[in-house]
């Protein structure tokens, strides 16, 4: 009988009144990668915080290797060996790799820190994970899978047993998420016993052994084999059965609302795009990380310069120099980076929505009155769960993104732009997401959708544009798209 | 029913102290600041000494104001100071050298300072310099031009009316400049809260990328934050050439020090998108009744300093930690 590494006994957690785990038990063995799966709230990140050492729980206990365990600080359990790796990454640009790998602990050599024997244990660790770059090089510029890979790195410089991964692959493309796959299988064969969490549920079939279901605070599930179907495991994190995931799309009306011809960006991101989207059409755009997706959507919206090529609206060629002429005539971007590009965060419900229409209130009085107003309005359309004084950032990631939808829908907009608009958001508030996307659809909008998850892509469009390395691969019909025909033209 | 009744309690009690968001701590310091000094001194608490603290904060008030505009934005402006002594060297040559009306070196007074802001504008928007760099460099320029406007000299002797604006107290208690200095902090407060030009300051020192997706042109209103900031200085300048019937070209030395402290004393946040006008007149109050309740316990001017940049720390610091605990 092998002993685990990390054992939870009831571990509960509340904040004030509010319980945010409930009597949560379960085992960790070494050379293993269990996925802690649940929709955004169910406690996944409180869970991990408390293993990590950075919360302390309110009931319950926790022994590791056999001893009890209690860490009080984030560096009480790295010095264990058990580390975190965010969902951020916390690199710091500017400085080399070896340095990030060894930052707080640099080794030391007569009073000054030893350089050499910091690159050459770095590119150690490095190597261990397949990386071949120079531990002398600093971060900036690194491509993200590979700063993911400096963190695990820096992780395993610290004698880490005990990995957890927090969406490692949010930000990654398909081939970059195989290699960080091909580490982990490795360091699990080393023994390191990993906690995966993701919302990609063909990577939790893919790399993971056991999957823990949480739901509300509670383990409501523990599968002990990977290969069961999606839809189970769905099911069991959002507690109700699923019947479909998308809803059915409506017919596009024969009218071409929007018409982009040879497009080709500024910055070589892409080149020579053509398409056109009817009215009441749902286009996806689907490609590689790297294809130039987003840069495509963000020069129809006039965020990025084109170098050639044209954007037709209702048949008139648009101008676009700037994303506030790309309103004006009626054309929004949902953008990808809710937290960068989408919302002030640390504002208003209410502020962030009158952001994207200040120039209706251009010569009126803007009184608390009158945003509230406004602000309730959009509110009550969307169905978003908060009031308009509260910050954004106390909202759950789908009604943060139903503000930002939100924003732009109380313009009217002719062509509504929306890329990756479901990251990070748990499974059950997508559907709540979709179901705006094709109601926008119903009323006669334009509408172009970008997103990695191809499930997604499939299940909201009409058609499909692929993309692969800037290079418009083709254009397929819904009858025509399925994930093995996206891939292939994705990959060319 | 009764969920809507508690909803709209809770809306009902925020506007009336909304104004203040952030700046409850320094409001709290400043009634604590007065009720010491009335203990303390025998001469503190008197609608003279009121109405002299008023007359001293004039100069200060009005250059907070644009200083709150430009770190609103997530910028800085070290070039008020400068700006001031250019703005008022620039009226003094123009009425007492070049002898034209006193009016229209006001006139040119402020165009020159906004001159300045422009500049500045340009070369964080254009050119992408920093607002810290771009701004120090202003403060060396202006105050280069301030003094060769006159090789360093003086300018004295403006007409009557122009000093008594700063001595004359209408209805017994207010100087025009006085007046002035409210009338901006008003019409700056109704700008910023109530009007959509004044959300998008906010909007843009939150995050400057989601302002622009929102459409909201951000090196338009990054230019005019500095043109505002400097004109505002300028006016300050011409107050302050009232109050000393004078002008000269090392005036306003360090008051790009004295603005950013109220600024950041009254809560509003160096990061930008969060803090405004009633927070900076709470700063400028707790500056201003400082310095004159130190001077009426006769504390050295040296002290004095010492226990100004003690409350900065303490402001800031308070207003951190209540954040924190919340």
Same mark, same amino acid.
């Given at each position: 009988?092998? $002993?685990?590494?990390?054992?939870?006994?009831?571990?509960?957690?509340?904040?004030?009144?509010?319980?945010?785990?409930?009597?949560?038990?379960?085992?960790?063995?070494?050379?293993?990668?269990?996925a802690?799966?649940?929709?955004?709230?169910?406690?996944?990140?409180?869970?991990s915080?408390?293993?990590? @050492?950075?919360?302390?729980?309110?009931?319950?206990? !926790?022994?590791?290797?056999?001893?009890?365990?209690?860490?009080?600080?984030?560096?009480?359990?790295?010095?264990?060996?058990?580390?975190?790796?965010?969902?951020?990454?916390?690199?710091?640009?500017?400085?080399?790799?070896? $340095?990030?790998? +060894?930052?707080?602990?640099?080794p030391?050599?007569?009073?000054?820190?030893?350089?050499?024997?910091? =690159?050459?244990r770095?590119?150690?660790?490095?190597?261990?994970?397949?990386?071949h770059?120079?531990?002398?090089?600093?971060?900036?510029?690194?491509?993200?899978?590979?700063?993911?890979? &400096?963190?695990?790195?820096?992780?395993?410089?610290?004698?880490?047993?005990?990995?957890?991964?927090?969406?490692?692959?949010?930000?990654?493309?398909?081939?970059?998420?195989?290699?960080? +796959?091909?580490?982990?299988?490795?360091?699990?064969?080393?023994?390191?016993?990993?906690?995966?969490?993701?919302?990609?549920?063909?990577?939790?079939?893919?790399?993971?052994?056991?999957?823990?279901?949480?739901?509300d605070?509670?383990?409501?599930?523990e599968?002990?084999?990977?290969?069961?179907? =999606?839809?189970?495991?769905?099911?069991?994190?959002?507690?109700?059965?699923? $019947?479909? !995931?998308?809803?059915?799309?409506?017919?596009?009306?024969?009218?071409?609302?929007?018409?982009?011809e040879?497009?080709?960006?500024?910055?070589?991101?892409?080149?020579?795009?053509?398409?056109?989207?009817?009215?009441?059409?749902?286009?996806?755009?689907?490609?590689?990380?790297?294809?130039?997706?987003?840069?495509? #959507?963000?020069?129809?919206? @006039?965020?990025?310069?084109?170098?050639?090529?044209?954007?037709?609206?209702? @048949?008139?060629?648009?101008?676009?120099?700037?994303?506030?002429?790309?309103?004006?005539?009626?054309?929004?971007?949902?953008?990808?980076?809710?937290?960068?590009?989408?919302?002030?965060?640390?504002?208003?419900?209410?502020?962030?929505?009158v952001?994207?229409?200040?120039?209706?209130?251009?010569?009126?009085?803007?009184?608390?009155?009158?945003?509230?107003?406004f602000?309730?309005?959009?509110?009550?359309?969307?169905?978003?769960?908060?009031?308009?004084?509260?910050?954004?950032?106390?909202?759950?990631?789908?009604?943060?993104?139903?503000?930002?939808?939100?924003?732009?829908?109380?313009?009217?907009?002719?062509?509504?732009?929306?890329? $990756?608009?479901?990251?990070?958001?748990?499974?059950?508030?997508?559907?709540?997401?979709?179901?705006?996307?094709?109601?926008?659809?119903?009323?006669?909008?334009?509408?172009?959708?970008?997103?990695?998850?191809?499930?997604?892509?499939?299940?909201?469009?009409?058609?499909?544009l692929?993309?692969?390395?800037?290079?418009?691969?083709?254009?397929?019909?819904?009858?025509?798209?399925?994930?093995?025909?996206?891939?292939?033209?994705a990959?060319? | 029913?009764?969920?809507?009744?508690?909803?709209?309690?809770?809306?009902a009690?925020?506007?009336?102290?909304?104004?203040l968001?952030?700046?409850?701590?320094?409001?709290?310091?400043? &009634?604590?600041?007065?009720?010491?000094?009335?203990?303390?001194?025998?001469?503190?608490?008197s609608?003279?000494?009121?109405?002299?603290i008023?007359?001293?904060?004039?100069?200060?008030?009005? *250059?907070s104001?644009?200083?709150?505009?430009?770190?609103?934005?997530?910028?800085?402006?070290?070039?008020?100071?400068?700006?001031?002594?250019?703005?008022? *060297?620039?009226?003094?040559?123009?009425?007492?050298?070049?002898?034209?009306?006193?009016?229209?070196?006001?006139?040119?007074?402020?165009?020159?300072?906004?001159?300045?802001?422009?500049?500045?504008?340009?070369?964080?928007?254009? +050119?992408?310099?920093?607002?810290?760099?771009?701004?120090?460099?202003?403060?060396?320029?202006?105050?280069?031009?301030?003094? !060769?406007?006159?090789?360093g000299?003086?300018?004295?002797?403006?007409?009557?009316w122009?000093?008594?604006?700063?001595?004359?107290?209408?209805?017994?208690?207010?100087?025009?400049?006085?007046?002035? !200095?409210?009338?901006v902090?008003?019409?700056?407060?109704?700008?910023?809260?109530?009007?959509?030009?004044?959300?998008?300051?906010?909007?843009?020192?939150?995050?400057?990328?989601?302002?622009?997706?929102?459409?909201?042109?951000?090196?338009?209103?990054? &230019?005019?934050?500095?043109?505002?900031?400097?004109?505002?200085?300028?006016?300050?300048?011409?107050?302050?050439?009232?109050?000393?019937?004078?002008?000269?070209?090392?005036?306003?030395?360090?008051?790009?020090?004295?603005?950013?402290?109220?600024?950041?004393?009254?809560?509003?946040?160096?990061?930008?998108?969060?803090?405004?006008?009633?927070?900076?007149?709470?700063?400028?109050?707790?500056?201003g009744?400082?310095?004159?309740?130190?001077?009426?316990?006769?504390?050295?001017? +040296?002290?004095?300093? =010492?226990?100004?940049?003690? #409350?900065? =720390?303490?402001?800031?610091?308070?207003?951190?930690?209540?954040?924190k605990?919340?």
């Amino acid at each position: 009988m092998r $002993e685990p590494v990390l054992s939870l006994k009831g571990i509960s957690k509340r904040y004030g009144p509010v319980p945010v785990l409930k009597d949560v038990s379960f085992d960790i063995y070494a050379g293993e990668v269990v996925a802690l799966l649940g929709e955004n709230g169910a406690g996944k990140s409180t869970l991990s915080g408390i293993i990590a @050492g950075s919360r302390s729980p309110s009931e319950g206990s !926790m022994t590791w290797l056999g001893q009890p365990y209690a860490p009080a600080n984030p560096a009480e359990a790295i010095d264990k060996g058990v580390v975190l790796i965010h969902q951020e990454l916390q690199l710091l640009p500017e400085l080399s790799v070896a $340095e990030n790998v +060894f930052i707080g602990r640099w080794p030391m050599k007569n009073g000054v820190v030893d350089r050499a024997q910091m =690159v050459r244990r770095a590119q150690e660790q490095l190597a261990r994970l397949n990386l071949h770059i120079p531990a002398t090089r600093k971060v900036a510029g690194l491509s993200t899978a590979h700063q993911q890979l &400096i963190e695990i790195a820096k992780a395993l410089a610290l004698n880490a047993r005990l990995l957890i991964l927090d969406e490692p692959t949010a930000a990654l493309g398909g081939a970059e998420t195989e290699a960080l +796959f091909e580490q982990v299988r490795k360091l699990r064969a080393e023994g390191v016993g990993i906690i995966y969490i993701s919302h990609r549920m063909e990577e939790i079939r893919k790399i993971t052994d056991r999957i823990i279901v949480l739901r509300d605070g509670e383990k409501v599930q523990e599968f002990a084999d990977s290969a069961i179907p =999606v839809r189970t495991i769905v099911e069991s994190m959002v507690g109700r059965s699923l $019947e479909r !995931m998308f809803p059915s799309l409506p017919e596009p009306q024969p009218k071409t609302m929007l018409e982009v011809e040879k497009l080709t960006s500024a910055e070589d991101a892409f080149r020579d795009v053509s398409f056109s989207v009817k009215a009441g059409e749902i286009l996806g755009i689907a490609g590689l990380v790297g294809a130039g997706r987003t840069e495509l #959507v963000r020069a129809i919206s @006039g965020a990025d310069p084109v170098a050639s090529g044209s954007v037709k609206l209702d @048949g008139e060629v648009l101008a676009l120099k700037s994303p506030a002429d790309a309103i004006a005539r009626g054309i929004v971007m949902v953008p990808e980076d809710r937290k960068e590009q989408g919302l002030v965060v640390a504002h208003g419900i209410g502020e962030n929505l009158v952001y994207a229409n200040l120039d209706r209130f251009a010569s009126r009085w803007l009184t608390p009155s009158a945003k509230r107003a406004f602000a309730d309005k959009a509110i009550a359309a969307f169905g978003v769960k908060g009031r308009g004084e509260q910050p954004a950032s106390d909202l759950s990631g789908g009604n943060q993104q139903k503000v930002v939808i939100a924003k732009w829908l109380m313009r009217d907009p002719k062509v509504v732009v929306l890329d $990756e608009p479901t990251r990070g958001i748990d499974v059950g508030a997508r559907a709540g997401i979709y179901d705006i996307i094709v109601n926008l659809a119903r009323r006669g909008v334009a509408v172009i959708v970008v997103s990695s998850d191809l499930e997604e892509v499939l299940g909201v469009s009409n058609r499909i544009l692929v993309l692969a390395q800037g290079n418009q691969a083709g254009i397929l019909s819904r009858e025509e798209a399925n994930d093995v025909s996206v891939m292939e033209l994705a990959t060319l | 029913m009764s969920v809507l009744g508690i909803n709209e309690q809770k809306h009902a009690s925020k506007p009336s102290w909304s104004w203040l968001r952030g700046a409850t701590g320094p409001l709290i310091g400043l &009634i604590g600041l007065c009720l010491f000094l009335s203990l303390a001194t025998d001469t503190f608490l008197s609608t003279r000494n009121g109405l002299n603290i008023l007359d001293q904060i004039t100069v200060l008030g009005i *250059m907070s104001v644009g200083m709150t505009f430009v770190i609103l934005i997530g910028g800085i402006d070290l070039s008020v100071g400068s700006v001031l002594a250019l703005s008022m *060297m620039v009226m003094g040559w123009t009425a007492n050298v070049a002898g034209l009306p006193l009016g229209v070196g006001i006139v040119f007074g402020l165009a020159a300072s906004a001159a300045s802001g422009l500049l500045v504008g340009l070369m964080v928007t254009m +050119f992408r310099v920093p607002a810290f760099i771009a701004t120090l460099a202003m403060m060396s320029a202006a105050r280069g031009v301030a003094n !060769m406007i006159t090789d360093g000299q003086q300018i004295v002797g403006f007409p009557d009316w122009f000093m008594m604006l700063a001595i004359d107290r209408h209805f017994g208690a207010l100087t025009a400049t006085v007046f002035l !200095m409210l009338v901006v902090l008003v019409v700056a407060w109704a700008f910023l809260q109530l009007r959509a030009e004044g959300r998008m300051l906010y909007a843009v020192g939150g995050n400057q990328e989601v302002a622009r997706l929102a459409g909201i042109n951000v090196a338009r209103v990054t &230019i005019a934050v500095y043109v505002c900031c400097a004109m505002l200085a300028g006016l300050a300048g011409i107050v302050l050439a009232a109050r000393l019937d004078s002008v000269q070209p090392s005036s306003g030395f360090g008051y790009e020090l004295d603005t950013i402290a109220a600024v950041v004393i009254g809560g509003t946040s160096l990061s930008g998108g969060a803090g405004g006008i009633g927070g900076t007149l709470i700063g400028v109050l707790i500056i201003g009744v400082l310095r004159n309740g130190l001077n009426l316990l006769n504390v050295s001017p +040296f002290i004095q300093q =010492v226990i100004i940049g003690v #409350v900065i =720390v303490l402001a800031v610091g308070a207003e951190t930690v209540r954040r924190k605990r919340r």
